[in-house]
């Protein structure tokens, strides 16, 4: 069953001025997820998940990170990253969390994360930054062994177990952590993956069966954790 969709790019407070974004609305949304791209900036690819999220029943928020700069390659997804200030950053992904939970639709009920690579890393943060606000978080191939003692939120996980991008040691430590902080926590592993596995624009490191049964794995966890 496709439910009708609609999509528009929106603008949100943030404290040093307006951030953007990408926002997939159902009819009746079911619950909210915040998807936080990684280095390329908020591509079609992170749209179109959106639009995945959303034909589930989840308003979807799509954050630009970047502030509408683009990267295709690595390189220039480095050259990207160097010139973007964390703080900026950081104040995008509070503000985004805010407008989300702000829609009446969700009445002030948790909302997932959705984080790819640098984006994890910021999905993570945010447990911590606002636990009231974050009840599900969800990472592909990226991680941040922080303190998770403030969170009150669950965790899933996907990563490649032979990432060059993503050591093991930095999963193990921060699925460590999230243990320690008493926090539900389950990490995948896909074998024969790359980094970017599940981004169907990156056609050497998209991986079609790891891509699929990630996709169940994070829908049943965002259903069982926001509705």
């Known amino acids: 069953m496709m439910m009708a969709l609609k999509s528009r790019m929106v603008e949100f407070k943030a404290e040093s001025g307006p951030g953007k974004g990408y926002l997939a609305s159902p009819e009746k949304p079911r619950g909210a997820v915040l998807v936080l791209h ?40 480095k050259e990207l990253q160097s010139k973007i200030a964390n703080d900026r950053i950081k104040q995008i992904v509070l503000g985004a969390a805010d407008y989300l939970r702000s ?13 790819f690579s640098m984006g994890a890393g910021w999905s993570l943060l945010l447990s911590t930054l606002k636990p009231e606000t974050v009840g599900a978080v969800v990472v592909f191939y990226g991680t941040y062994p922080i303190d998770f003692s403030k969170a009150e939120a669950s ?24 243990r320690g902080a008493g926090r539900e926590v389950a990490f995948h592993f896909y074998p024969g993956t790359k980094h970017w596995f599940v981004e169907e624009n990156r056609p050497v490191e998209y991986n079609r069966d790891g891509s699929d049964l ?13 509705r």
Not at 103 to 115: E, F
Not at 157 to 175: L, N
């Open 214 to 226: 990630a996709w169940i794995r994070t829908l049943e966890f965002l259903d069982k954790k926001l």
């Open 103 to 115: 829609d009446p639709s969700i009445s002030g009920r948790k909302i997932g994360v959705v984080g």
């Open 155 to 178: 965790f899933l996980g996907h990563f490649s177990p032979e990432d060059e991008w993503e050591p093991m040691r930095d999963v193990r430590a921060t699925e460590e952590k999230i």
């Open 38 to 77: 990684a280095w390329w900036g908020l591509n079609d690819f992170f749209k179109s998940f959106a639009n995945r999220l959303a034909s589930q029943g989840f308003l979807a928020l799509a954050a630009d990170l970047h502030d509408g700069a683009l990267a295709t390659s690595v390189d220039g997804a």
